[in-house]
């Protein structure tokens, strides 16, 4: 009696977890990463549609995704939602209108803490996350790199601080 009320408890407990992986493994931002498209995430993205700052950030936060192409996914994040919306952890604290950068086999990340009122810092992560050449004024605009790291048995994104 004890072995079978061990194999269901066990069967269950398995259950539990595929369910719980396939509900991280089957969301937007998961499969954009295994797509491997450059990933975009924004923070509190919109607290207030008549803060001027906000509609700066907001100009060119859509002219770059109007022009990024398929290769790009552009993700929300309210960071004091619970649980949160994304399978995604910070190791740090995100500020309104930061911006995060990922993509699959680069090797680093970026997070712009704060609002991204310069065009040149979305030039700077799209050259370098297409390949292509940067000139040299634009590394003046590089956000600050993070590592990223994709946990597969629990679907989970992981950004931490550079070490």
Known sequence: MKLLRSSITLGLALLISA?????????PLVEAWHAGKAIVITTSPNPDNTDET???F???????????????????????ASPPKLPIEFGFTLTHY???????????????????LEPQVYDFVQ???EGREIPD???????DEVQVDFEEENGLLRVDTKT
């Open 19 to 27: 369910c719980a992986s396939a509900d991280t493994a089957t969301h």
């Open 54 to 56: 906000y509609g700066d």
């Open 58 to 80: 907001a100009h060119y936060l859509n002219n770059f995704a109007a022009s990024a192409g398929d290769h790009w996914a552009f993700f929300a994040l309210d960071p004091q």
């Open 98 to 116: 930061s911006v995060v950068f990922i993509k699959q086999n680069e090797a680093q990340g970026y997070v712009y803490p704060g609002p991204i």
């Open 127 to 129: 050259r370098q996350f």
């Open 137 to 143: 004024y634009l590394y003046q605009f590089s956000p």
